[in-house]
């Protein structure tokens, strides 16, 4: 299970069409230990700048992660 921290983040609240049925939701840049940057979907609508974050899954083509308690 890869884990990570929260870079930065958005909501999206007027998202494309694909998604629109998904909004509100949240997207964030994640760091890995490794220092490499992957952009992935927040379960929730929770994560802030500096929280832990872990995978949960990969579903429609990108990864989503939720925040570690």
Excluded: C, K, N
Excluded at 5 to 28: G, K, N
């Amino acid at each position: 299970m890869r884990q990570a921290i929260v870079y930065t983040e958005t909501v999206i609240h007027s998202a494309p069409e694909r998604f629109a049925a998904e909004a509100p939701y949240q997207i964030a840049v994640i760091e890995f230990p490794s220092g490499t940057r992957e952009l992935v979907r927040i379960a929730g609508l929770r994560a802030m700048i500096g929280d832990r974050v872990q995978e949960l899954a990969a579903s429609a083509g990108y990864p989503i992660f939720e925040v570690i308690q």
